[in-house]
């Protein structure tokens, strides 16, 4: 390059100069004509992107893409939200199978008998009822001999109390029967319908 701008000089002064030897950076941009630098002059690889105006350089095609990079750690967890309005109820679902059955209870038996002293139902040992008065009833029969234990109790709608077997000195029954009193809420006698059990 220096060689070729000493010639440059040489030609533009019209002197003939041999020999003659120039000092280190000593020739600057204003010595340069303009385009007296072509591309053959420039070391390739030297230029940089600021050398070149806007637009001359030309974007190249994209490149592959790059491989998928690991995934970041977990964030942290979230602060939690409100609760939610509660949902309507569902449909009810079919009904399940019966259980199994359970094991046999220990009474013997037990009736149940209406204000007319009639038996209306019962399960276990034969039984009968007289009703001796208001309130007072006899219970006898197989039934009545099956247990030395009796619970007695008003049966349905019918409210009162009642009491089995209660007052042996006062029992009208005969012997070997049962006798249940049935009473109105207010302790007087009074006719009820009644469930006794044989325990």
Known sequence: MWVAVLALLVASSGTAVAGAALARNSVG?????????????VKNGTLRKADFRPGTLLRGPAGPAGAK?????????????????????GAQGPQGAPGPQGP??????WVVVNVLANVIDNAGPAVSAERLGEGRFCLSGPFASASEAY??????PFTGFANVNWDES?????TGEIQVVTYHTTGTLDDKYFTVVAL
């Open 29 to 41: 941009t204003k010595h340069l004509k303009k385009d007296a630098v072509i591309s053959e002059k």
């Open 69 to 89: 990079g690991d995934p970041g750690p977990a964030g942290p967890s979230g602060a939690q939200g409100p609760q939610g309005a509660q949902g309507t109820q």
């Open 104 to 109: 046999a209870g220990t009474a013997k038996g």
């Open 151 to 156: 619970v007695v109790s008003v049966t349905g």
């Open 170 to 174: 006062n029992n009208s029954c005969d």
